[in-house]
């Protein structure tokens, strides 16, 4: 099993560009999150997906959309990307969001906005 | 106030000696409390959760949690040189949030 994965691994961007970012996970996992993490700041979600179908904003959600294309995968993207959206991006995925399974995390995706 | 409290460190201890790392949270509905360890450039990892009052052991880690007064701590005996990373700690409540992370070093 892969676990959970990330494309891309790292990118460069210039202001205003977009990308998504791409999750995929192995485990039949119901719920999928975003973070970003920053220096000093920690892990911050940004998006999550209770279950297929359903997506909620997180702690920092502006500037950013996902999509749950099915059970599997889970997009991060950024419409027109500003420096501030500079970190490193984590996917997670958890058996279920209801408090008692822990989070499995991707290698990341280290992003540049220039 | 912060969801998660933790002391960014850095925290340096010898190897051999026991590492006491700690964290408080706010949500008194928090039902879950867990330890991730992220090495440097790397994705984080979990080591160990704990959902009830008391200690919690496992091999050379113990995760110890007081609900009354909202405090969940880990502590690692032996220290080892690889068991030097950030530890993170996170807590289950309405959401699933981390505190900022603890800097551990151990020093051969």
């Known amino acids: 099993n892969a676990g959970v994965t990330q494309t891309p691994k790292f990118q460069v961007l210039k202001t205003g560009q977009s990308m998504t970012l791409q999750c995929a996970q192995d485990?039949?996992?119901?719920?999928m999150y975003w973070y970003r993490q920053d220096p000093g700041m920690g892990l911050r979600l940004i998006y999550y997906?209770?279950?297929?179908?359903?997506?909620d904003k997180g702690e920092v959600p502006n500037g950013y959309n996902v999509s749950r294309l099915n059970k599997r995968e889970f997009s991060l993207r950024l419409e027109s990307a500003a420096p501030s959206q500079t970190s490193v991006y984590f996917c997670?995925?958890?058996?279920?969001?209801?408090?008692?399974?822990?989070?499995?995390f991707g290698p990341g995706t280290r992003l540049t906005v220039t | 106030q912060k969801e998660v409290e933790q002391n960014s460190g850095p925290l340096s201890v010898p190897e051999g000696a026991i590492a006491s790392l700690n964290c408080t949270y706010s949500?008194?509905?928090?039902?879950?409390f867990f330890w991730y360890r992220q090495y440097s450039g790397k994705s984080p990892e979990l080591i160990m959760f704990?959902?009830?009052?008391g200690d919690k052991e496992d091999g050379r880690f113990t995760a110890q949690l007081n609900k009354a007064s909202q405090y969940v701590s880990l502590l690692i005996r032996d220290s080892q040189p690889s068991d030097s990373a950030t530890y993170l700690c996170?807590?289950?409540?309405?959401?699933?949030?981390f505190g900022t992370g603890t800097s551990l070093t151990v020093i051969p």
């Open positions: 997670a995925s958890s058996e279920s969001g209801t408090g008692a399974h822990e989070q499995y």
């Open positions: 997906s209770a279950s297929e179908g359903t997506t």
């Open positions: 485990m039949n996992h119901n719920s």
């Open positions: 949500d008194r509905g928090s039902q879950s």
């Open positions: 704990i959902y009830s009052n």
């Open positions: 996170a807590v289950n409540g309405n959401q699933f949030y």
